[in-house]
């Protein structure tokens, strides 16, 4: 009887990723496996989810406003209604797992996974435990996690090493340099000057834009380095209109990258926000990274992450604050330092994990298996 899989989350790429990553983990494996989602209504897992294939059900849950308490009257009923459906839909799946990957879905849905006795499995992205998974912890039967010592939020005895899934293969076992001059021409830069890869996400971050508007014309007329920029969809407009007028001699500009693995690719350094899946993949390409940690996530996580690379030699932080006039000194005295490069290379090297999903899929297995 083909196994069937109940994975719930999202509401940022950062659990949708890892989610979808999971999920086609499971079909490389068990091609006749019946996987369903369970998502937010509204958030962006309903549109990508079945994008990529699969089938999605929302529940109309909503995060708590922690500023203005008196609507969470709303919230609270939106919450009581998601845990009837949740357990409708488990009913009438009968799955024989339920994974949790974060999110404002997983919780209702985990929850009243647990209380059913089917066995539950969670994927933790951050170095800081997201709430959810720490409430649904007591009773999951497996945690998988992506860093060390988080022991200190989950039961110790259930913890698994299996780092983060990411979106893509990032071109496993290729020629370093042919692919790097595929890299560059795809983006149209130069082989004989430094990449920085400056991206903040597919809707953008304005501290980073705002940065590049500050450096831009400094970057053209000194023409040291090239720029991939990744200003994000939100940014677009501004930015396009800010360049009118300004040469953009050595940097390549887009709302959105299509072609990550060639960024990454061609990039010497890369600057971007500290997201779970954003340093997960940089771990595993083994490329100099500075961070801009985002100050507007739960429980400042993203710092938590970066820190957690800083304290290993893997990377360097610049706070959000400092940024726009502090970060690009950090940048160009990094490439002025090939030695400090190459070691920031191989010691963010060594925490990646490249068959994080493969590693998820025998847990999963394992938790079916013994239910």
């Given at each position: 009887m083909p196994m069937k899989i109940l994975i719930s989350g999202g509401g940022t790429g950062g659990h949708i990723f890892p989610a979808l990553s999971i999920a086609n983990a499971v079909k490389r494996r068990y091609p006749d496996a019946q996987i369903l989602f369970v998502g937010a209504l509204g958030r962006m897992e309903m549109e990508r989810v079945p994008a990529a294939g699969y089938e999605i059900i929302g529940l109309p849950v909503a995060g708590f406003d922690r500023r203005r308490l008196w609507r969470?009257?709303?919230?609270?009923?939106?919450?009581?209604?998601?845990?009837?459906?949740?357990?409708?839909?488990?009913?009438?799946?009968?799955?024989?797992?339920?994974?949790?990957?974060?999110?404002?879905?997983?919780?209702?849905?985990?929850?009243?996974?647990?209380?059913?006795?089917?066995?539950?499995?969670?994927?933790?992205?951050?170095?800081?435990?997201?709430?959810?998974?720490?409430?649904?912890?007591?009773?999951?039967?497996?945690?998988?996690?992506?860093?060390?010592?988080?022991?200190?939020?989950?039961?110790?005895?259930?913890?698994?090493?299996?780092?983060?899934?990411?979106?893509?293969?990032?071109?496993?076992?290729?020629?370093?340099?042919?692919?790097?001059?595929?890299?560059?021409?795809?983006?149209?830069?130069?082989?004989?000057k430094p990449v920085v890869l400056v991206v903040g996400g597919s809707l953008g971050t304005r501290t980073l834009n705002n940065m590049m508007k500050a450096n831009v014309e400094r970057i053209t007329a000194e023409g040291r380095l090239q720029v991939i920029w990744q200003t994000g969809k939100f940014y677009e407009r501004e930015m396009t209109e800010f360049m009118q007028g300004r040469s953009s001699e050595g940097i390549w500009r887009g709302a959105f990258i299509d072609r990550m693995d060639l960024a990454y690719a061609a990039a010497d350094v890369v600057v971007?926000?500290?997201?779970?899946?954003?340093?997960?993949?940089?771990?595993?390409?083994?490329?100099p990274a500075i961070f801009v940690p985002s100050p507007n996530v739960a429980e400042d996580h993203q710092t938590k992450n970066a820190l957690a690379l800083v304290e290993k030699g893997a990377a360097l932080l610049v706070r959000d604050g400092e940024a726009v006039s502090g970060l690009f000194p950090v940048v160009e005295a990094l490439l002025a330092d090939p030695e400090r490069m190459r070691r920031m290379a191989a010691n963010i090297r060594v925490l990646g994990i490249a068959d994080s999903a493969e590693r998820i899929v025998d847990e999963i297995v394992a938790v079916v298996s013994t239910k």
């Open positions: 969470n009257f709303a919230v609270v009923l939106k919450m009581l209604r998601s845990m009837r459906l949740a357990r409708k839909i488990l009913r009438n799946f009968r799955p024989d797992v339920a994974v949790g990957v974060g999110g404002y879905a997983s919780g209702p849905t985990l929850k009243a996974a647990q209380k059913k006795g089917i066995p539950t499995l969670l994927q933790e992205q951050n170095s800081y435990a997201g709430v959810t998974n720490k409430l649904l912890a007591s009773r999951a039967r497996r945690i998988c996690v992506a860093y060390e010592g988080m022991k200190r939020f989950f039961p110790k005895e259930r913890i698994v090493m299996t780092g983060n899934p990411l979106r893509g293969r990032f071109a496993e076992g290729a020629d370093p340099a042919a692919r790097k001059a595929e890299a560059l021409a795809y983006f149209g830069l130069e082989a004989d971007g926000r500290s997201g779970a899946g954003t340093v997960s993949e940089l771990c595993l390409i083994g490329k």
